[in-house]
């Protein structure tokens, strides 16, 4: 099946630091990617990646998710982002699962950032679990999203050595610049449907 989203408007889901958004932005901007954020929405007010995205003139919303059931976030959430015709939904350091309600509305159409290189260290803290495990390299994965907790199929991988002087920070860093690298060009290839789904494979197309 092939992927082919209708247009290159794109949301951004963000829970906490935003830098990955960040990242996404800039490459829009500097035109190193061809999209057009039409929302950054987040769940925690105090998030610094929902204020950094309001004071660099983005359209934002908050949607509080504390006292809110799942089903019921998720389908607001779902009415923003249809209002805003959104082709992709990109979660960026979005802290929450999301409920078929969510998945169903944009299927292949939700893409995941996560610091590891799946399928090895899903979860949380990974970066932690990596270095604890003695593992030689980790890296980041992005993926689409499905009801398998960090298990949809992978669009885009980069590699990261893990060295033996590494501190849980070195690590992180290191991972984190490659995020930011491929989260934009894995946005790229989706947009311009490039990508075939085979099973739980991601073809890439010229
Ligand atoms: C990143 O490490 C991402 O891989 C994970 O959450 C973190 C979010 O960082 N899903 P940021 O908010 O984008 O800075």
Do not use: W
Request: glycine letters at 8%; charged letters at 25%.
């Amino acid at each position: 099946m092939r992927i082919e989203p209708a247009s290159r408007k794109i949301a951004i889901l963000v829970s906490g630091r935003g830098s990955n958004f960040a990242a996404i932005a800039d490459h829009t901007e500097s035109g190193k990617l061809d999209a057009e954020i039409v929302l950054v929405l987040g769940n925690r007010e105090s998030a610094p990646g929902l204020r950094n995205a309001r004071r660099r003139g983005f359209e934002t919303l908050f949607l509080s998710s504390k006292d809110t059931g799942r089903r019921e976030f998720d389908t607001r959430a779902v009415a923003a982002l249809r209002e805003k015709d959104v082709a992709i939904v990109c979660l960026a350091g979005f802290m929450r699962i999301l409920s078929p309600v969510f998945l169903s509305a944009f299927p292949y159409r939700i893409l995941n950032i996560h610091p590891s290189l799946l399928p090895a260290f899903p979860g949380l803290d990974v970066q932690r679990q990596a270095l604890e495990h003695g593992a030689k390299f980790s890296g980041c994965t992005v993926h689409f999203v499905d009801e398998r907790l960090d298990g949809g199929p992978i669009i885009r991988q980069a590699v990261v050595p893990i060295l033996d002087g590494d501190s849980h920070e070195d690590l992180s860093g290191r991972i984190l610049t490659q995020e930011h690298q491929i989260y934009s060009e894995a946005i790229d290839l989706v947009l311009s449907g490039r990508c075939e789904l085979d099973g739980r494979r991601v073809l890439i197309h010229d």
